[in-house]
């Protein structure tokens, strides 16, 4: 089930794609949409039906969310075993500790990524650009799990250049388009961006980038992902699978597998 309040583009084509996908693999979709203006106790009300729903395997509620809504306490009422997400404090606790949980789909899909070119990421210097907790802090967890040596860089962070340099495996998830440049890859670096930025081209026509300048960065690092195309997609099917995995410990018919 998906939870879409308001008219946030991107969130609306986000949404459309995951219900395609959803249908695509045998299962059902249950989309509510709801306005801008809805009041934030429609949608804990709306959240709290969903949990008590045995139809329903599976609640992703689209973020971001009006501005007057408070999307932690939304957050913390979805039922953790519903939560494929993977946001529930209850979740983010037990990944942060090393025990199996759902983990947020993007990071996921970024480590089946980095291990579809490297089996093996154990030793790896990895530089995590990002700290937010949807993708930083999660993938900077995954990360460690794999046996990685993890730097989370940040706004704040010294010479940034100088240390994503020192990375054998980059993930870009800053939110800034074109951010990280060509010459700050180390020379065959596996490369994660996770950025998903819209600029104006000079004839003024839209273009999606990530937070890497690919057309730089392709020429060094050992492994790019496009974008559009590359950690998008594995972000959905990665919600699916946390779906499915959902669906199985509701029945008690298997653990966690995150």
Known sequence: AVVLVGEDPASKVYVRNKAAQTVEVGMQSFEHKLAEDTPEQVVLDLVAKLNADPSVNGILVQMPLPKHMDSNKVLELIEPLKDVDGFHPMNVGRLSIGERALAPCTPVGSIILAKSVKHDLSGLNAVVVGRSN??????????????????????????????????????AAIGKPEFVKGDWIKPGAIVIDVGINRILKPDGKGKIVGDVDFAEAVKVAGAITPVPGGVGPMTIACLLKNTVEAALMQRGLKALAA
């Open 134 to 171: 949807i993708v930083g802090k999660p993938m900077a967890q995954l990360l460690l799990r794999e046996n990685c040596t993890v730097t989370i860089a940040h706004s704040r962070t010294k010479d940034l250049p100088d240390v994503v340099r020192a990375a054998d495996l980059v993930v």
